[in-house]
């Protein structure tokens, strides 16, 4: 057994098992994650499943996310789909069939599992770039909403798929995001029915941070995660934690954290390195610290 969960034919009547191990993670078994230069390229590599997740991959996933904060050697997490499509949500025959044996306990164990994946995205100093193309569906749309860039070409469709399998258009997050995105208007529409929403219109909703041409899309998700990995990572990190806390909080209680949060970076190396290459006329050269 090794330190994600365990879901199997054999193990559906039993609880999950999870082992806390030592290290570092680098080679994962359900997706294919690349790093070169302060870049982790993360890809979803069942192309003839569009991409569909499985238990373990979920797992992986979380545990991957759990990694990042603490590695020195990534400043910028990219998602990609091999194939015809981005991701398609949830595997059918290996995640339905299986919940529907599955005792309420065991449910539970996995419905959190899922949105732990999304609370370890949001909550990830490291910022998240997803490069979408064909179908982003279900899980997999929830995934691409809680990154932090949205890069998509004119083929990329998104749905919001739960209510059309019988389950609450509110899974993994998606209400509590949706919603802060593109408002709640839209959002009901989206989680509600399930329909299919097309590139331009998610662009002109604001689900889509950049349309980009199909053809450009490796060089535009490639420009953008250098620019973060190159950047002020602490001063990266900290913006991304003070928008996802601040989502809830009142004027004052975030007027305080932004004082708060600027008060400790103004102590660090990059604000002082950004005075000295602007006085000295020369490009900052950001450490991170």
């Not at 991957?64 to 499509?85: M, W």
């Not at 164990?109 to 979408?132: D, K, N, Y």
């Not at 949706?178 to 590139?199: F, K, N, S, Y």
Request: with cysteine.
């Amino acid at each position: 057994m090794d330190s994600r969960w365990s879901w199997t034919e054999e193990a559906c009547n039993d609880e999950p098992v999870s082992r806390l191990g030592v290290g570092f993670t680098e080679e994962w078994k359900h997706f294919r994650l690349e790093r070169a230069d302060n870049i982790a390229t993360l890809t979803f590599n069942r192309p003839d499943k569009l991409n569909a997740l499985t238990f373990q991959a979920y797992a992986d996933l979380r545990d991957l996310l759990a990694e990042l904060p603490h590695r020195n050697d990534t400043r910028v997490l990219v998602l990609h789909g091999e194939g015809r499509g981005f991701c398609s949500g949830g595997d059918v025959n290996e995640i339905i069939g299986l919940t529907l044996r599955m005792g309420t306990d065991q449910l539970l164990a996995f419905t959190r599992m899922t949105g732990e994946v999304v609370r370890a995205m949001r909550e990830c100093p490291v910022p998240i770039v997803a490069a979408l193309h064909g179908m982003t569906a279900g899980a997999g749309a929830v995934l691409a909403l809680a990154a932090d860039f949205r890069i998509a070409t004119p083929s990329a469709k998104f749905a919001f798929l739960f209510t059309k399998v019988g389950l609450s258009g509110a899974d993994m997050g998606a209400a509590y995001l949706l919603p802060r995105m593109i408002g709640v208007g839209r959002a009901t529409e989206l989680l509600m029915l399930g329909d299919t929403l097309d590139a331009e219109t998610a662009e002109r909703y604001g689900l889509v941070s950049q349309l980009v041409p199909e053809e450009a899309l490796s060089e535009r998700v490639t420009m953008l995660a250098r620019r973060l990995a190159d950047g002020p990572f602490q001063a990266y990190a900290s913006t991304k934690a003070v928008i996802s806390r601040e989502l809830d909080m009142g004027l004052s209680a975030s007027l305080e954290l932004d004082a708060t949060t600027q008060a400790l970076l103004m102590h660090g190396e990059d604000y002082r390195e950004f005075h000295a290459a602007f006085t000295g006329k020369r490009p900052p050269k950001w450490q991170g610290r």
